[in-house]
């Protein structure tokens, strides 16, 4: 299966609260998993990624935890802010005879209210 | 400034009119891509490269050629299209060649196909 499936698909949260963000893959090839962030009008940009070695990768308020077995990741936001406002994209890829694939998920879109 | 471009930004055009939406970087980049992003589908692959004379197929390549006679062009080929491939489309590169290092996208090409 090639799916990467994301949830919630939007999503509010206070200012200052946890924001968490779900993808679920079922290839065990996938062994790249990137966080891209996007605002209206603008291309992806690359957040944060974890390779499967790792359970967790934190970089600032941001948190990737990887789950292999239950093949799961998610995204946490800590102390969400108003300009974290955007639509948030998880993907996997994987290496199959040398090149690479990309899937992303359906994207969550995110408010934080002030 | 390091950047990946795209022309046009805008294109609507009508059913059977053959276009080209032109993808540049100046990262001396290996990989580069297309994506179509859809509303609740996500970011879907259509192409990718490898390298000058290197491409392969992502999850929805019918209708749509890629070449790479040059390391920093990647142009997208749509002979004829269709109103189903109205869509937003990005362009995106990374180095070196692999699926686990910043893939850095364009600003998006809107084509409305009537």
């Known amino acids: 299966q090639q799916q990467v499936k994301q949830s919630p698909q939007s999503l509010i949260v206070q200012k200052g609260g946890i924001s968490i963000i779900n993808c679920a893959y079922e290839n065990t090839a996938f062994d790249y998993f990137p966080w891209y962030q996007q605002f209206p009008g603008k291309g992806p940009a690359l957040l944060i990624a974890?390779?499967?070695?790792?359970s967790e990768k934190k970089e600032g308020r941001f948190t990737i935890s990887f789950n292999k077995s239950a093949k799961q990741f998610s995204l946490h936001i800590m102390d969400s802010q108003p300009g974290d406002s955007a639509t948030y994209f998880c993907?996997?890829?994987?290496?199959?005879?040398?090149?690479?694939?990309?899937?992303f998920g359906t994207g969550t879109r995110l408010k934080v209210l002030a | 400034e390091a950047q990946v471009t795209q022309n046009p930004r805008y294109l609507i055009t009508v059913t059977g009119k053959k276009l080209t939406v032109t993808c540049s970087q100046n990262m001396n980049h290996e990989y580069m891509s297309w994506y179509r992003q859809d509303p609740g589908l996500g970011l879907r692959q259509i192409y990718y490269?490898?390298?000058?004379?290197?491409?392969d197929k992502g999850d929805v390549p019918e209708g749509y050629k890629v070449s790479r006679k040059e390391k920093r062009n990647f142009p997208l080929i749509l002979e004829s299209p269709s109103p189903n491939q109205t869509s937003l489309y990005f362009c995106a590169s990374s180095f070196p060649a692999g699926g686990t290092d910043t893939q850095y996208f364009g600003p998006g090409t809107r084509l409305t196909v009537l």
């Open positions: 993907a996997a890829s994987k290496s199959t005879s040398g090149t690479y694939k990309y899937i």
């Open positions: 974890i390779r499967p070695d790792v």
């Open positions: 490269s490898m390298n000058v004379e290197v491409t």
